[in-house]
T-cell receptor
Framework: DGGITQSPKYLFRKEGQNVTLSCEQN?????MYWYRQDPGQGLRLIYY???????QKGDIAEGYSVSREKKESFPLTVTSAQKNPTAFYLC????????????????FGPGTRLTVT | AQSVSQHNHHVILSEAASLELGCNYS??????LFWYVQYPGQHLQLLLK??????LVKGIKGFEAEFIKSKFSFNLRKPSVQWSDTAEYFC??????????FGAGTRLTVKP
């Protein structure tokens, strides 16, 4: 059963702590993405990766870090430097973008709701 | 700055009413266009997409969208909505450089 898994579904942390969100895919997709979803703001790109051991910053990368050691996995760390970390985080994957960097459809995981107090 | 605008934040319709959700974008070149839907408690999933060819695109569950290049628009339509269409709808545009941009979303509530 192919798809994207994110864990945990809900995560609670104290302010000042780093936290890592898991994202795994078995779709054999090359590209993976992390988005943040806030009410009324849609999805904003945090980081993306087109191949293993390479990743690029999105619009709101400050306070976040990622790694891509395996094709299947793209964990996101929310660091203590992120000023407003409470949000719903979505991971997505897709086949490699075309030569112009235009992506085909993205497949999304169920999301992780992070609450920092 | 490049952007995607969804004009309606919350739309409330009765069952069997017709639906049109607006989406405009500000990219000047070739774009890939998408509509995604997020049903309550479910994953974000693709409704339909446009890459090239016929500008009228048909998707799942009776939805369709029309790409009007001159208006930079990709509006979503459905002739007769059902209670099960209650969800949040997102327009997305990809103009290259791995830059997929999403609109703010439109919440649709269908009253039975």
């Amino acid at each position: 059963d192919g798809g994207i898994t994110q864990s945990p579904k809900y995560l609670f942390r104290k302010e000042g702590q780093n936290v890592t969100l898991s994202c795994e895919q078995n779709l054999n997709h090359d590209a993976m993405y992390w988005y943040r979803q806030d009410p009324g703001q849609g999805l904003r790109l945090i980081y993306y990766s087109q191949i293993v051991n390479d990743f690029q910053k999105g619009d709101i990368a400050e306070g976040y870090s990622v790694s891509r050691e395996k094709k299947e996995s793209f964990p996101l760390t929310v660091t203590s430097a992120q000023k407003n970390p409470t949000a719903f985080y979505l991971c997505a994957s897709s086949v490699m973008a075309d030569m112009a960097g235009r992506t085909h459809e993205q497949y999304f995981g169920p999301g992780t709701r992070l609450t920092v107090t | 700055a490049q952007s995607v605008s969804q004009h309606n934040h919350h739309v409330i319709l009765s069952e069997a009413a017709s639906l049109e959700l607006g989406c405009n974008y500000s990219y000047g070149g070739t774009v890939n266009l998408f509509w995604y839907v997020q049903y309550p408690g479910q994953h974000l999933q693709l409704l339909l997409k446009y890459f090239s060819g016929d500008p009228l695109v048909k998707g799942i569950k009776g939805f369709e969208a029309e790409f009007i290049k001159s208006k930079f628009s990709f509006n979503l339509r459905k002739p007769s909505v059902q209670w099960s269409d209650t969800a949040e709808y997102f327009c997305a545009v990809n103009a290259g450089n791995n830059d997929m941009r999403f609109g703010a979303g439109t919440r649709l509530t269908v009253k039975p």
